[in-house]
């Protein structure tokens, strides 16, 4: 794999604080069609959400448990992986860019939101890590940041959701990911103590800024 020279690439930030997932799923939909028309550059917009959960397209229906909490909502939604959850003290990621200004692989992609998490936590001291085979980042056999993406032309939607200070009781209606035999964790639980969601954005910030724009790098194979 080889990097060569691009042209400038802007990173538009967007923190929309708390917000809905259904608001925010319409906004991504409308800004990954103006990204393919070109009308926008690249966005990644950060956000916590009210509890909900949602199911990848290939999701079992049968990982949403009937013992859940029935007054929580949930939506079928057009991006790979299976089910998660995602709620307040939880930060989600949701990079609207044209992987044709970086490199067009999906499994690239899938490994580069990866490292972002993983280097976000080494600055927490967190010691994060892949495990073969599946897909998101974990702290010894607990899953810490899930992962699931769309793209259309090239163009992604969805993202990446890190585990600062979630309620993490909220996956107990739920098969996470349709994973039976591994756990769930948070920053705060590996920490002992309560993360302020600010610093955290802003390493977020960094770190993509670092990866994808920084750089201002085309990779290729």
């Known amino acids: 794999m080889i990097m060569t020279q691009s042209k400038q690439i802007e990173l538009q930030i967007l923190d929309l604080g708390r917000k809905s997932y259904e608001e925010v799923w319409i906004l991504q939909k409308k800004m990954q069609l103006q990204r393919i028309n070109g009308d ?29 909490d029935k007054s929580i909502d949930v939506f079928n939604i057009e991006r790979g992986g299976d089910i998660t959850f995602h709620g307040p003290g939880q930060l989600v990621g949701y990079p609207i860019l044209n992987l044709s200004n970086y490199k067009k692989s999906v499994s690239w992609y899938m490994r580069v939101l990866e490292q972002l998490t993983i280097d976000v936590l080494n600055e927490f001291k967190i010691i994060a ?5 599946l897909t998101g980042v974990w702290v010894g056999d607990e899953k810490i940041a899930a992962q699931g993406v769309r793209m259309s032309r090239w163009v992604t939607m969805h993202g990446f959701s890190l585990n600062v200070n979630t309620d993490l ?11 039976f035999d591994r756990g769930v964790t948070s920053m705060e639980k590996v920490l002992k103590g309560t993360q302020k969601m600010e610093k955290v954005k802003s390493l977020v910030i960094d770190k993509f800024n670092q990866i994808f724009i920084k750089s201002n790098l085309k990779w290729q194979d």
């Open 40 to 68: 926008v550059g690249d966005v990644l917009i950060l956000v916590e959400h009210n509890p909900v959960y949602t199911l990848g397209k290939n999701a079992n229906p049968n990982h949403l448990l009937q013992s859940r």
């Open 129 to 133: 890590r892949r495990v073969e085979g």
């Open 169 to 179: 009781s909220f996956y107990d209606g739920i098969i996470p990911c349709g994973i």
